[in-house]
C-alpha cells in the first residue's frame, strides 16, 4: 500500500495502521526464490533472485553461462546495497543445474543439472513450486520460494542511521529482509515520531517487546531511560500504587513513598507489556493520564502532570481491550508473525546461535566461526530445511527452543535435525509447542466453566486446567471458539 498512513473508523474509535514501505517504482509482487542455506557461500544467505517475467526460464547454475541465455543470479535487496547479481558457487551445482520459469504466482522448475534437487523433502527432476516450498540441491544451497517486490525497499521514515549490514541486525535490533520486516521497520518509526499513544500487537514471541524497545531510540525521547514492566507480573493488591506510587505512609505506617512507574517515565517512554492482563478497574484509571498526563498518587489530594507516552504490548486481539482504553491507542502495530516471513527463519536463527555462544561461550561456540562479514554457524541443509518450512505456534522463542535442543543433541560442530530436534518440532517432546493445547480432555463448556469460576483470570484458570501457561490456554480458547468475554 502506497501513499499517507490509512485511518479506519471501529465503533467511534480511530485507529492508524500505517501502511508497508514502498518498494520503489514497482511495488507488484512476484514469486522468487531466496537463498536459505549454501555451504559455500552462507554470508549470502537472504540474497534473492527473480525469474524473467517475459515468459522465458531463466537458467539457474553455477557461473555466467551462455551468453544471452536469461541466467537466474542472486542479489542483496537492501537500501544500502547496489543491486549486483551474481551466480551461486559450489562445487557440486552444474554449469546449467535448474531451468525456472514464472508462471502465475508459482514457479515452474526442472532440474536439468548433475545435482539432485529435493522440493520440500522429495527428489523431483520437475516440480511446480508455490510460496512456503524449499528446493535443496544436494549439499550445495537450499532456496525458499517467496512471494516479492523486486525492487529495493524505499523507506519512507525509518532513519539512515539506524540501518544494519545486510541479513544482520540494524542499530535498534530488527533481523530481516523480508518484505514484512521492512514494513515494520518504516511502520516503527512512523510511530516513533508521532507524539501519540501506541499499541504493539501480535502473537506471543513475535518481537513485541523489542518493537517497543525499538519505537522508544527512534524517538525524540531516546535520551531518557525506557520504563518497561509486565503488567501481568503486577500483584492486584498493590496495581494502582506499582503504577500511580503513592505518599509516604500511606495506607499504613512505615510505607515509604513511591513514584510509581508513571512518575518513573517522566519525559520518557512507559513500556506496559501485557495491558490486556491489567485489571478493568485499573485500565479505567489510566484513561484521564492517557488523555491529559494527570494522575494522583494514593493518598494524594493534589493531581500530578507527566509528559509521559505510553507503548503498551498484548498477545490478544485489540477489540479485547476496553474500548475505551482502546480508544487512547491511536496508533496500532501489528509484529508479524514467524510464518508469514519465513525467508527471514535463517538470518534469525544464525542471530540466535552467536547470541547464545556470546552468553554461553563453553556450551555453543564450537558452532559459530568468526568471519570477516560477521559470525556465521554451522548448521546442515536439512535441520535448515525443516526449520523454514515447519509452522511456528509461539513464533522466534519456539525457534530458539529448537535450536537450543539442536546443540544439545549435536554430537559434533554442526547442528543438524536430531531425534529431539524432531519431536519438539512436532510437538512431542518436552516444552513442545503444540504438546501444551493437546489436552483433548478439555472441551468448550468446561473452559467456560473453568474461566467463569476464576473470573477470567487467565494464569489461575490455565493452571486449574493442567496447561502450561496462559499462552496455552489463549491457543485453547482460540482452537475451542470460546472469547475472552
Not at 494514593?298 to 509528559?307: I, K, M, N, P, Q
Not at 559470525?375 to 505456534?393: G, I, P
Request: charged letters at 25%; hydrophobic letters at 40%.
Amino acid at each position: 500500500m502506497l501513499g499517507p498512513p490509512s485511518s479506519r473508523r471501529e465503533d467511534a474509535t480511530t485507529v492508524t495502521n500505517v501502511g508497508p514501505v514502498s518498494t520503489g517504482a514497482s511495488d507488484a509482487v512476484t514469486p522468487a526464490l531466496v537463498l536459505c542455506w549454501s555451504r559455500s557461500e552462507p554470508h549470502r544467505v537472504g540474497e534473492i533472485a527473480f525469474p524473467p517475467g517475459d515468459g522465458r526460464p531463466g537458467v539457474l547454475g553455477r557461473g555466467q553461462g551462455d551468453p544471452g541465455e536469461p541466467r537466474l543470479n542472486f542479489s542483496p535487496l537492501h537500501p544500502t546495497l547496489a543491486s549486483d547479481p551474481a551466480a551461486l558457487q559450489g562445487k557440486g551445482i552444474s554449469r546449467d543445474q535448474l531451468r525456472v520459469q514464472r508462471v502465475g504466482d508459482r514457479l515452474q522448475v526442472e532440474n536439468i543439472g548433475r545435482c539432485s534437487a529435493e522440493r520440500n523433502g522429495s527428489n523431483f527432476r520437475t516440480a511446480e513450486l508455490s510460496v512456503g516450498d524449499t528446493l535443496h540441491l544436494d549439499r550445495q544451497v537450499l532456496l525458499a520460494c517467496v512471494s516479492r517486490a523486486p525492487s529495493p525497499p524505499h523507506l519512507r521514515f525509518f532513519p539512515e542511521r539506524a540501518l544494519g549490514e545486510f541479513g544482520r541486525a540494524d542499530g535498534v535490533g530488527l533481523i530481516g529482509e523480508s518484505g514484512a520486516m521492512w514494513a515494520l521497520r518504516d511502520r516503527v518509526a512512523f510511530c516513533a515520531l508521532a507524539e501519540e499513544h501506541v499499541l504493539v500487537h501480535g502473537s506471543s514471541g513475535t518481537g513485541k517487546e523489542l518493537v517497543a524497545a525499538a519505537l522508544h531510540e527512534l524517538s525524540e525521547r531516546r535520551r531518557a531511560r525506557l520504563v518497561s514492566r509486565n503488567a501481568a507480573t503486577i500483584p492486584a493488591g498493590i496495581a494502582a500504587a506499582e503504577l500511580f506510587g503513592n505518599r509516604k505512609d500511606y495506607p499504613n505506617a512505615g510505607v515509604p513513598e513511591r513514584a510509581g512507574l508513571v512518575g518513573e517515565a517522566d519525559a520518557s517512554t512507559l513500556f506496559l507489556d501485557e495491558l490486556g492482563e491489567l485489571p478493568p478497574e485499573l485500565q479505567s484509571q489510566l484513561l484521564r493520564f492517557l488523555d491529559s498526563g494527570e494522575y494522583q498518587r494514593l493518598g494524594e489530594d493534589r493531581a500530578r502532570r507527566v509528559d509521559v507516552r505510553l507503548v503498551a504490548a498484548t498477545n490478544r486481539q485489540p477489540s479485547e481491550l476496553k474500548h475505551d482504553l482502546f480508544a487512547r491507542l491511536k496508533l496500532s502495530i501489528e509484529t508479524p508473525d514467524l510464518n508469514s516471513h519465513r525467508e527471514d527463519i535463517p538470518l534469525l536463527a544464525r542471530e540466535l546461535v552467536a547470541r547464545a555462544a556470546k552468553r554461553s561461550p563453553l556450551l555453543v561456540q564450537r558452532f559459530v566461526r568468526d568471519t570477516s562479514r560477521g559470525a556465521e554457524f554451522y548448521v546442515s541443509a536439512r535441520l535448515m530445511d525443516r526449520l523454514v518450512r515447519h509452522t511456528y505456534q509461539l513464533h522466534v522463542r519456539e525457534l530458539d527452543a529448537v535450536l537450543w535442543q539442536a546443540m544439545a543433541d549435536a554430537s559434533g560442530d554442526e547442528l543438524d535435525l536430531s531425534d529431539g530436534v524432531e519431536q519438539r518440532l512436532s510437538g512431542q517432546g518436552e516444552g513442545g509447542a503444540a504438546g501444551e493445547v493437546a489436552n483433548e480432555e478439555i472441551d468448550a463448556d468446561r473452559l467456560r466453566e473453568v474461566l467463569g469460576a476464576t473470573k477470567g483470570n487467565k494464569t489461575e484458570a490455565a493452571r486449574q486446567l493442567g496447561l502450561s501457561s496462559r499462552f496455552a490456554l489463549y491457543r485453547l480458547m482460540k482452537r475451542l471458539g470460546v472469547d475472552s468475554e
